[in-house]
């Protein structure tokens, strides 16, 4: 008798990492510290979070600093190749698409968080860790980038049939708790949240949405 399991319904998570970024990251901390004024902080918040999280315009790739324009490369680059993967384009597909970016910075200081949401009219949206602030080690899922699992009815009854379930078919949330270089992709419409960051230093990141024309 054959048999087998598939990953039906399954959600695409690509993630990447900046070699020998150290540097790299410290111009981006000075940059966006320097930036963290009320000239360049978010007019128009929806998102729940507190006084702890400084939100950026969401024009931060069109900003001319080096630093900003060497990291909108890296990030839209890997999204270029992740879309083009998943969909199976040929080069000349994928030379015809036309990138549209928002963008911004979060700093976010000693319990500062960011309440669940999503990112509509946009396909692809992304994270990228400049600094993780020096996390508490001693506290669970300490300032994790969290992914609500899309399948919630799957938690409906529990028992030893799928208490076990390993990715990709695990129950409850996927969380990321980031490290400096790292770039996390996602599909814009999964739920995703920021747990309070408990540390010494200031967690910097920054996240942009991406949508494309042919």
């Not at 028992?159 to 814009?188: H, T, Y």
Request: hydrophobic content about 40%.
């Amino acid at each position: 008798m054959q048999h087998g399991i598939s990953t039906a319904f399954a959600v695409p998570l690509y993630t990447a990492n900046m070699p020998n970024c150290d540097s790299f990251n410290q111009a981006l901390v000075a940059l966006f510290k320097q930036y963290s004024t009320e000239q360049y902080k978010n007019p128009n918040p929806y998102t729940l979070r507190n006084d702890s999280l400084f939100e950026s315009r969401f024009d931060l790739f069109q900003w001319p600093d080096k630093p900003i324009q060497d990291l909108a490369n890296f990030c839209c680059q890997h999204v270029y190749r992740c879309v083009g993967e998943l969909n199976q384009y040929s080069q000349s597909e994928l030379a015809s698409l036309r990138l549209g970016v928002d963008s911004w910075f979060h700093i976010t200081r000693d319990q500062g968080f960011f309440g669940v949401h999503n990112h509509p009219m946009a396909s692809w949206s992304g994270v990228y860790c400049v600094s993780d602030g020096n996390p508490d080690p001693t506290i669970p899922h300490n300032g994790q980038l969290s992914f609500v699992n899309p399948f919630i009815l799957s938690s409906m009854f529990m028992d030893a049939g799928n208490a076990r379930l390993k990715q990709p078919f695990a129950n409850g949330n996927l969380g990321f708790s980031l490290i400096p270089g790292q770039l996390v992709l996602f599909p814009s419409w999964l739920l995703h949240e920021v747990k309070p960051f408990y540390g010494s230093g200031e967690r910097v990141t920054v996240a942009f949405n991406c949508w494309f024309q042919m």
